[in-house]
């Protein structure tokens, strides 16, 4: 439940886009078609959202620098 609840603290733009890359496999193009942004815009999404769960995870104890 970890990284469930690291999740929930994303915005829901990040959030949007880590489920559908990680959890449903979709490609930038589909991810970016769907949320009718950029590709570029996913890819920072993606690199923002994982940097915030990093550092969440960190705070939990869970992950380590």
Aim: avoid cysteine.
């Amino acid at each position: 439940m970890l990284v469930s609840d690291a999740l929930a603290q994303l915005s829901a733009e990040h959030r949007a886009v880590v489920r559908r890359s990680y959890y449903q496999g979709w490609s930038t193009a589909q991810i970016a078609a769907d949320l009718g942004i950029a590709e570029g815009t996913v890819k920072s999404r993606l690199h923002y959202a994982l940097r915030a769960l990093r550092q969440t995870l960190q705070e939990m104890g869970v992950v380590s620098r």
